[in-house]
């Protein structure tokens, strides 16, 4: 079990998978942000970087703290495979990640990097399935009734 005063959590996964809305979402509902923004509207408090506005992705790792009973620094990385270095070297302080995939696309090649760096790095990891709803595979094993 983790004691530190202050956990710091990174988020991981490929590119668009909602690594920064699941953490503008956390951040928003703790408290530490009035205002949760989005990536495609371009006013993500995480995305600061003129460069990451323009592009739509996340380009450097960010910071942000939430506080509760205790205090988290939230680490939110790169997705995109150009910017591996950047997320890699975030991997190396974390005390917990959550990897997002996106059920849409599956556990494809940057998500089994991401799990042979975390594993290499000893990263205890929560797996976090994003956008099931948009996910065929899902759809099709979800019986739609008229309650829906």
Known sequence: MIKAD?????ICAHVDAGKTTLSEGLLYLG???RKMGRVDTRDAFLDTDEMERARGITIFSKQAQLVSA???TLLDTPGHA???????RT???LDLAVLVISAADGVNAQVKTLWSLLRH???????FVNKMIWSPKVLAMTPITSNY
């Open 70 to 72: 205790r205090e988290y």
């Open 31 to 33: 408290g530490s942000i």
């Open 6 to 10: 202050n956990l710091v959590i990174g």
């Open 121 to 127: 790095y000893d990263v205890p990891t929560v797996i």
């Open 82 to 88: 150009d910017f591996s270095p950047e997320m890699e």
């Open 91 to 93: 991997l190396q302080v």
